[in-house]
């Protein structure tokens, strides 16, 4: 048979390079690169026996083999599947090894659309190149399915390539890599080794439909010509399978495999989209938080695979951040990735991935509330803190979110409840949602703030995560309900029977009016006004928030992260019915000693600002006020 070497064009041989030093961040993928060409032409020539397009072709094994030789440093990948004609690989391979390469190169570098992008892939010439990344030679031997003769192609990947026609040649593709010598310092392992060709496959093609098998290497041992070759992927994508045919057990395995934990999901999520774009989607909820949950190198759980083939490990882009903690698949049929499949390329397709798998999660977790309390309760116990990031960061889901999620309540000291509950049991009259924050369930009900709320029987949301200070703001109403910290601005809660009238209310301002101006005059360095209180029963003071300032914890926050804040000036509230305030009010009116009464006006707001978790402005000197006044009185 005559042999015809041809010349890369200038352009092909920049691009040739292109592809070996550059496109690739990991030289392993050239042998999945590889496998999924040979099971696209095993998909191919199976769909074309089932249209009689392909007589004579033998469908009876369909496969794909590797061999390794250590001696000749050689690894071949072989299918046995549709093969190419002589004309089909100088038009599949020349993808960039004919004058087409200019516009080749000229819509890899340019195509920044899905469309541009995804049109690169998937295109034989492309993946098969990769081989020059680990071998100074690359030979494909190929034979059409129904054809009676082969093609050869070889090329060193410098400036020329072969191609020769062959009488001999079995059905399907085989290419051999004549391999590089092994450098660890660049990353080029001994791909002639049997334990790293089984990590790659069992890595990138553990899913693919046909078994990828590998053979014994010639003269191993005397038995080597009997030994059967060994299948290294197990086929068993679970999420193509019907729900009926997969064991809970199997999908357990799968979830501990991706996901690297020794227990079981709490909940198994099955999606499956067809139609113009189809995908699959496994995901997993696991039981656990993993310690690591919200420091900043996270690393999320959602594979992504193309046609079962692994792209990448943690898919961002597929769910949003505050749903990182699910582990589990994606199998889509068509991707936009680059040239490398190492990067996914935004497009409508994946948001609509993404909304789609935002939609299930959440629906799923608001059907765990009733279909099964106690898998929610773990749920939320484990995950409710990171979910509710969602409230601030998707506004579009805000709704799913809160019909997904529960809060602390005084209703019951127990079992959290929904919003929708809350509303449900509202008293007459109440227009809003209150809700205080703060470090545990314990310090919200000792707080003075709760007293009013307490008494009237007036039910309060209690929030103990750090993200409950940045939703609330946020979020602002729920079916036109405000939420309301009890803890900011003026309340007014009506209803008890013992409930002051404005004449009385009006009377008791004007009582107190000259101890309450000159509090404000000699606290104004730390607080914006004092004045009576509605929302204290027992506690003689309290400090509070004007209704659209931040809270101090939410201060502390922005501080912690960088972003300095102004302080503001607190409120601080008297309790009139309360006896020292009463003996302080008689004390000013009485002219008695103003410097005493100017400590007793300090210890009091400090004595607030200890209430609710704060700490004096000067620890030293409140310490020393309520030293002397021990004295006095002991």
Not at 27 to 50: G, H, I, M, P, Q
Not at 369 to 388: D, I, Q
Not at 451 to 472: H, M, N, Q, S, Y
Not at 552 to 564: I, K, T
Request: charged residues 30%; contains cysteine; negative net charge.
């Amino acid at each position: 048979m005559t042999t015809e070497t041809f010349e890369f064009q200038v352009e092909a041989r920049q691009l040739l390079q292109l592809m070996i030093h550059s496109v690739y961040s990991n030289k392993d993928v050239f042998l999945r690169e590889l496998v999924s060409n040979a099971s696209d032409a095993l998909d191919k020539l199976r769909l074309a026996a089932l249209r009689d397009d392909a007589p004579g072709a033998d469908v009876s094994d369909l496969h794909i083999e590797l061999e390794t030789d250590k001696d000749a440093r050689t690894l071949t990948v072989r299918d046995n599947g549709i093969g190419m004609t002589y004309d089909e690989v100088t038009r599949l391979i020349g993808t960039i090894a004919n004058s087409g390469t200019a516009q080749f190169l000229e819509e890899l570098r340019e195509a920044k659309d899905a469309a541009g992008a995804d049109g690169l892939i998937g295109q034989f010439g492309v993946g098969f190149y990769s081989g020059f990344m680990v071998a100074d030679e690359v030979t494909l031997v190929t034979r059409h399915a129904g054809e009676t003769e082969g093609t050869r192609w070889t090329s060193k990947g410098e400036g020329t390539y072969t191609l020769e026609r062959v009488g001999e040649a079995p059905q399907g593709t085989a290419v051999t890599l004549h391999l590089k010598p092994a450098d660890s310092e660049n990353q080029l392992h001994d791909y002639t080794s049997a334990w790293k060709i089984k990590e790659i496959v069992k890595r990138y093609s553990d899913f693919i439909t046909w078994p990828v098998r590998l053979l014994p290497e010639p003269g191993e041992d005397d038995a080597a010509e009997t030994r059967e070759a060994e299948t290294l992927n197990s086929m068993k994508a679970l999420w193509a399978r019907p729900r009926d045919e997969v064991s809970d057990d199997e999908y357990h395995e799968l979830y501990k495999h991706i996901g690297h934990d020794w227990r079981d999901p709490l909940e198994t999520i099955r999606l499956q989209a067809e139609g113009t774009f189809e995908y699959q989607a496994l995901l997993f909820v696991p039981a656990h938080a993993p310690h690591d949950l919200f420091t900043q190198g996270y690393q999320r759980g959602v594979q992504l695979y193309v046609k079962r083939v692994f792209i990448m490990d943690d898919c961002e882009e597929l769910l949003p951040p505050y749903l990182r903690f699910v582990k589990g698949v994606v199998d889509a049929q068509d991707l936009s990735l680059n040239v490398s499949r190492e990067i996914l390329q935004q497009d409508r397709h994946i948001r609509m991935i993404q909304r789609r798998l935002t939609k299930k999660v959440l629906s799923t977790v608001k059907g765990l509330a009733t279909s099964a309390p106690e898998r929610y309760a773990t749920f939320w116990r484990e995950f409710g803190a990171v979910l509710k990031e969602g409230l601030v960061t998707d506004a579009d889901n805000r709704d799913a979110i809160l019909a997904a999620s529960s809060f602390a309540t005084t209703h019951d000291a127990d079992e959290p409840t929904t919003l929708a509950a809350y509303v449900e049991r509202m008293k007459d009259g109440q227009d809003d949602i209150y809700y205080m924050t703060g470090e545990s369930r314990q310090a919200i009900e000792n707080s003075p703030h709760m007293e009013a709320f307490r008494a009237k029987g007036v039910e309060v949301l209690l929030l103990t995560d750090a993200v409950d200070e940045v939703w609330v703001d946020a979020v602002g109403e729920y079916e036109g309900r405000a939420l309301r910290s009890v803890a900011k601005g003026e309340i007014d809660l009506a209803g008890s029977e013992d409930e002051k009238s404005d004449a009385e209310k009006e009377k008791q301002g004007e009582e107190y009016a000259g101890l309450l101006g000159w509090m404000t005059e000699h606290l104004g360095e730390d607080v914006k006004e004092v004045r009576l209180s509605s929302r204290l029963t027992v506690s003689p003071a309290c400090v509070v928030s004007d209704a659209g300032e931040l809270t101090p914890a939410l201060e502390n926050m922005y501080r912690a992260m960088g972003q300095e804040v102004p302080g503001a000036k607190r409120i601080l509230e008297l309790n009139p019915e309360h006896q020292l305030v009463k003996t302080l009010n008689r004390a000013y009116t009485d002219q008695r000693d103003r410097a005493e009464l100017t400590e007793s006006a300090e210890l009091l707001h400090a004595l607030a600002v200890l209430a609710e978790g704060g700490r004096p402005k000067d620890p030293a000197r409140f310490v020393k006020l309520v030293a002397d006044r021990l004295e006095r009185t002991v």
